[in-house]
């Protein structure tokens, strides 16, 4: 089944630490993307990227870091430096010449 | 500064009703206006419009898009529970670094009770 997969579903963490999410997808998508969505909000662009070692920042990257080593694989760390780090985290990736993103299924992320 | 505000922020119906849903958007270098469905998690994909005036269908959904005053609006007739969902809609960006790039509305709640 193509799609697209982030763990975990709940992650926890103190104040202070850097944490990763995971995401991979398998549907040969060029672009990758992470958004952050917090209680009543729409999404927010952290990072994006449309190819291969190259990302580009997005609307909030403050705080945030990420890499894009393999074409399946764009995960997202959130630092210690990010002031607001409990969210929802959603990644989302895109066919080249295409503009409709698909989401995976989203880390909620408390820190505390 | 791209924006794209939506209303009402929140709707309550019945079965039955029919509601629609207002996007207006101010985004350089406008490509695409997308519509999409959060239920739980993940948004999942409605429509996309790209031309003025042509309306798109699935169903009891229907939207138009205005790209001379910058609007969208989605219909959904003869609601059911089912449809109850944040609505979102999301402009994208044509060409360069930024091809594909949405900028997310802050959402429409709609409730639709029985």
């Known amino acids: 089944d193509g799609g697209i997969t982030q763990s975990p579903k709940y992650l926890f963490r103190k104040e202070g630490q850097n944490v990763t999410l995971s995401c991979e997808q398998n549907l040969n998508h060029d672009a990758m993307y992470w958004y952050r969505q917090d209680p009543g909000q729409g999404l927010r662009l952290i990072y994006y990227s449309q190819i291969v070692n190259d990302f580009q920042k997005g609307d909030i990257a403050e705080g945030y870091s990420v890499s894009r080593e393999k074409k399946e694989s764009f995960p997202l760390t959130v630092t210690s430096a990010q002031k607001n780090p409990t969210a929802f985290y959603l990644c989302?990736?895109?066919?080249?010449?295409?503009?409709?993103?698909?989401f995976g299924p989203g880390t909620r992320l408390t820190v505390t | 500064e791209d924006k794209v505000v939506q209303s009402p922020l929140s709707l309550v119906v019945h079965e039955g009703d029919t509601v629609t849903l207002n996007c207006s958007y101010e985004v350089t270098n406008f490509r695409s206006l997308l519509w999409y469905k959060q239920e739980k998690k993940a948004p999942t994909f409605l429509f996309m419009l790209?031309?003025?005036?042509i309306e798109k269908k699935s169903g009891r959904l229907s939207s138009i898009l205005d790209k001379k005053e910058l609007f969208s609006i989605l219909n959904i007739t003869a609601t059911q529970t089912g449809d109850s969902a944040v609505y979102l809609c999301?402009?994208?960006?044509?060409?360069?670094?930024?091809?594909?790039?949405?900028?997310f509305g802050q959402g429409t709640i709609l409730t639709v009770h029985p």
């Open positions: 790209t031309s003025s005036g």
């Open positions: 989302a990736s895109r066919s080249d010449r295409a503009y409709e993103q698909y």
């Open positions: 999301a402009p994208s960006k044509a060409g360069g670094t930024s091809y594909g790039k949405l900028t």
